[in-house]
T-cell receptor
Framework: KQEVTQIPAALSVPEGENLVLNCSFT??????LQWFRQDPGKGLTSLLL?????REQTSGRLNASLDKSSGRSTLYIAASQPGDSATYLC????????FGAGTRLTVKP | EAGVTQFPSHSVIEKGQTVTLRCDPI?????LYWYRRVMGKEIKFLLH????????ESGMPNNRFLAERTGGTYSTLKVQPAELEDSGVYFC????????????FGSGTRLTVV
């Protein structure tokens, strides 16, 4: 059974800092890994999708990496802004999608 | 294209009542998934439809939950009778094909059972 772990559970940084969120999964036989953002009271917004054959994906200030063999992914956020404050969720698909518990990020002005 | 739509966005019901949640997937997406997040826990898979057929319902918590997808279009998730521990956010997602395609999620239905 696939298990997804995200570290840290919560993170608070001053505006402008670069930061890394971590995700690990137990079964490396995945189709893809997806990073989502969830704002309070809102749905899930897909940020980046990495296929199993890829090593990384970039979108603006976000960069996600995937090391399938070690069961790890990182989400790098450059030059963080207060508007980045949200819960970031990692999800892996081995057919059905399994989520981590998320990292709650607060970026202080 | 229109995204995944869920209705209602919020629902407050009393214990023992019935609630039906609805999800309209992206048009043409055969795969439809239900997930839920209860307070303080991670988002958990409930079930997966391929068109109108239940592909995997291993995540359904008990027989008080009934999901349907008549005609392979929209889906409903009925909770009857609702219990306090059913409170949480219920998400629906759809994808074009299973596996190598990302999921698009709806905004969720926040269910509160009092």
């Amino acid at each position: 059974k696939q298990e997804v772990t995200q570290i840290p559970a919560a993170l608070s940084v001053p505006e402008g800092e670069n930061l890394v969120l971590n995700c690990s999964f137990t079964d490396s036989a995945i189709y893809n890994l997806q990073w989502f953002r969830q704002d309070p009271g809102k749905g899930l917004t897909s940020l980046l999708l990495i296929q199993s054959s890829q090593r990384e994906q970039t979108s603006g200030r976000l960069n996600a990496s995937l090391d399938k063999s070690s069961g790890r992914s990182t989400l790098y956020i450059a030059a963080s802004q207060p508007g980045d404050s949200a819960t970031y969720l990692c999800a892996v698909s081995s057919g059905d999608m399994r989520f981590g518990a998320g990292t709650r990020l607060t970026v202080k002005p | 294209e229109a995204g995944v739509t869920q209705f209602p966005s919020h629902s407050v019901i009393e214990k023992g009542q019935t609630v039906t949640l609805r999800c309209d997937p992206i048009s043409g997406h055969d795969n439809l998934y239900w997930y839920r997040r209860v307070m303080g826990k991670e988002i958990k898979f409930l079930l997966h439809f391929v068109k109108e057929s239940k592909q995997d319902e291993s995540g359904m918590p008990n027989n008080r939950f009934l999901a349907e997808r008549t005609g392979g279009t929209y889906s409903t998730l009925k909770v009857q009778p609702a219990e306090l521990e059913d409170s949480g956010v219920y998400f629906c997602a759809s994808s074009l094909l299973r596996g190598n395609y990302g999921y698009t999620f709806g905004s969720g239905t926040r269910l509160t059972v009092v």
